[in-house]
């Protein structure tokens, strides 16, 4: 089992900037991907960035230039800067860490505020 806990979020103005922090313990042998998807009320969840082990990032075309996604792998955490915050980025942003299984966070809560 993988226990994902996550920290960072809160409230911002439009343009600011965040960063979320996503914790891994456990079986963190063997986490191959690690990402963070996002679910604002109403719509589905929707994948913001991942990253692989050892390679390249992945984003939404709706995050890319603003977003950043990097992990620590002694660590067994990944992180998302977000900067140039925009409105329609307020969700619930949730990590999801994957070995066979995929694993979930609880959520933290970002809110931007125009």
């Known amino acids: 089992q993988v226990q994902l806990v996550e920290s960072g979020g809160g409230l911002v103005q439009a343009g600011g900037s965040l960063r979320l922090s996503c914790a891994a313990s456990?079986?963190?042998?063997?986490?191959?991907?690690m990402a963070w998807y996002r679910q604002a009320p109403g719509k589905q969840r929707e994948l913001v960035a991942s990253v692989t082990l050892w390679g390249p990032a992945n984003y939404a075309d709706s995050v890319k230039g603003r977003f950043t996604i990097s992990r620590d792998n002694a660590k067994n955490t990944v992180y998302l800067q977000m900067n140039n915050l925009k409105p329609e980025d307020t969700a619930v942003y949730i990590c999801?860490?994957?070995?066979?299984?995929?694993?979930w966070g609880q959520g933290t809560q970002v809110t931007v505020s125009s």
């Open positions: 999801c860490a994957a070995t066979n299984n995929v694993y």
């Open positions: 456990g079986s963190t042998n063997g986490l191959n991907v």
